[in-house]
Nanobody
Framework: QVQLVESGGGLVQAGGSLRLSCAASGSIASIKPMGWSRQVPGNQREWVARITSGGGTNYADSVKGRFTISRDNAKNTVYLQMNGLEPEDTAVYYC????????WGQGTQVTVSS
Protein backbone atom coordinates (compact mmCIF):
# COMPACT_ATOMS: atom_id res chain seq x y z
CA GLN A 1 0.00 0.00 0.00
CA VAL A 2 1.18 3.53 -0.83
CA GLN A 3 0.17 6.72 0.96
CA LEU A 4 0.43 10.17 -0.61
CA VAL A 5 0.15 13.35 1.45
CA GLU A 6 -0.12 16.73 -0.26
CA SER A 7 0.62 20.09 1.31
CA GLY A 8 1.19 23.68 0.29
CA GLY A 9 -2.21 24.75 -0.95
CA GLY A 10 -3.84 28.01 0.07
CA LEU A 11 -5.24 31.33 -1.02
CA VAL A 12 -3.21 33.58 -3.30
CA GLN A 13 -3.89 36.61 -5.47
CA ALA A 14 -3.76 36.38 -9.23
CA GLY A 15 -0.19 36.56 -10.43
CA GLY A 16 1.12 34.98 -7.26
CA SER A 17 2.90 31.70 -6.63
CA LEU A 18 2.45 28.55 -4.60
CA ARG A 19 4.53 25.41 -4.20
CA LEU A 20 2.74 22.12 -3.63
CA SER A 21 4.48 19.09 -2.14
CA CYS A 22 3.49 15.43 -2.18
CA ALA A 23 5.26 12.93 0.06
CA ALA A 24 4.94 9.25 -0.77
CA SER A 25 5.35 6.49 1.79
CA GLY A 26 4.62 2.79 2.12
CA SER A 27 5.40 -0.09 -0.23
CA ILE A 28 7.45 1.68 -2.89
CA ALA A 29 9.91 -0.81 -4.32
CA SER A 30 11.40 1.57 -6.86
CA ILE A 31 11.06 5.11 -8.17
CA LYS A 32 7.71 5.51 -9.88
CA PRO A 33 6.21 8.09 -12.22
CA MET A 34 4.25 10.69 -10.30
CA GLY A 35 2.13 13.66 -11.21
CA TRP A 36 -0.60 16.15 -10.41
CA SER A 37 -4.19 16.52 -11.44
CA ARG A 38 -6.81 19.04 -10.37
CA GLN A 39 -10.55 19.14 -10.03
CA VAL A 40 -13.19 21.81 -9.72
CA PRO A 41 -16.39 20.60 -8.01
CA GLY A 42 -18.85 19.43 -10.63
CA ASN A 43 -16.15 19.02 -13.28
CA GLN A 44 -14.00 16.09 -14.37
CA ARG A 45 -10.53 15.74 -12.94
CA GLU A 46 -7.99 17.44 -15.21
CA TRP A 47 -4.44 16.20 -15.62
CA VAL A 48 -1.84 18.93 -14.96
CA ALA A 49 1.71 17.53 -15.03
CA ARG A 50 3.77 14.37 -14.65
CA ILE A 51 7.36 13.41 -14.04
CA THR A 52 8.91 10.08 -14.95
CA SER A 53 11.22 8.01 -12.81
CA GLY A 54 14.08 9.45 -14.86
CA GLY A 55 12.96 13.06 -14.42
CA GLY A 56 11.27 13.63 -17.77
CA THR A 57 8.34 16.03 -17.55
CA ASN A 58 5.09 16.76 -19.39
CA TYR A 59 2.53 19.51 -18.85
CA ALA A 60 -1.00 20.31 -19.83
CA ASP A 61 -1.15 23.18 -22.31
CA SER A 62 -3.09 25.27 -19.79
CA VAL A 63 -0.15 25.36 -17.35
CA LYS A 64 2.87 25.07 -19.65
CA GLY A 65 5.39 27.82 -18.98
CA ARG A 66 3.84 28.65 -15.59
CA PHE A 67 4.06 25.40 -13.60
CA THR A 68 7.14 23.27 -12.96
CA ILE A 69 7.09 19.72 -11.62
CA SER A 70 10.15 18.27 -9.91
CA ARG A 71 11.02 15.44 -7.56
CA ASP A 72 13.43 14.51 -4.80
CA ASN A 73 13.84 10.75 -5.04
CA ALA A 74 15.72 10.53 -1.75
CA LYS A 75 12.64 11.95 -0.02
CA ASN A 76 10.05 10.21 -2.24
CA THR A 77 8.58 13.66 -2.75
CA VAL A 78 7.27 15.44 -5.82
CA TYR A 79 6.73 19.20 -6.06
CA LEU A 80 4.62 21.50 -8.21
CA GLN A 81 5.87 25.07 -8.41
CA MET A 82 3.02 27.24 -9.65
CA ASN A 83 3.82 30.75 -10.86
CA GLY A 84 1.63 33.31 -12.55
CA LEU A 85 -1.46 31.84 -10.98
CA GLU A 86 -4.82 32.72 -12.51
CA PRO A 87 -8.34 32.46 -11.06
CA GLU A 88 -8.91 29.60 -13.52
CA ASP A 89 -6.28 27.59 -11.62
CA THR A 90 -8.56 27.43 -8.58
CA ALA A 91 -9.19 23.76 -7.83
CA VAL A 92 -8.38 20.89 -5.52
CA TYR A 93 -4.98 19.57 -6.57
CA TYR A 94 -4.32 15.84 -6.28
CA CYS A 95 -0.99 14.07 -6.38
CA UNK A 96 -0.82 10.61 -7.95
CA UNK A 97 1.71 7.79 -8.23
CA UNK A 98 1.63 5.34 -11.14
CA UNK A 99 2.35 1.72 -10.34
CA UNK A 100 0.39 -1.48 -11.03
CA UNK A 101 -2.47 0.66 -9.72
CA UNK A 102 -2.69 4.43 -9.47
CA UNK A 103 -2.57 5.88 -5.99
CA TRP A 104 -4.04 9.29 -5.15
CA GLY A 105 -3.55 11.72 -2.33
CA GLN A 106 -6.37 13.39 -0.43
CA GLY A 107 -6.00 16.68 -2.28
CA THR A 108 -5.07 20.23 -1.32
CA GLN A 109 -7.16 23.31 -2.11
CA VAL A 110 -5.70 26.08 -4.22
CA THR A 111 -7.73 29.28 -4.48
CA VAL A 112 -6.65 32.16 -6.69
CA SER A 113 -8.47 35.45 -6.18
CA SER A 114 -8.79 38.05 -8.92
Amino acid sequence: QVQLVESGGGLVQAGGSLRLSCAASGSIASIKPMGWSRQVPGNQREWVARITSGGGTNYADSVKGRFTISRDNAKNTVYLQMNGLEPEDTAVYYCYLSSAVTYWGQGTQVTVSS
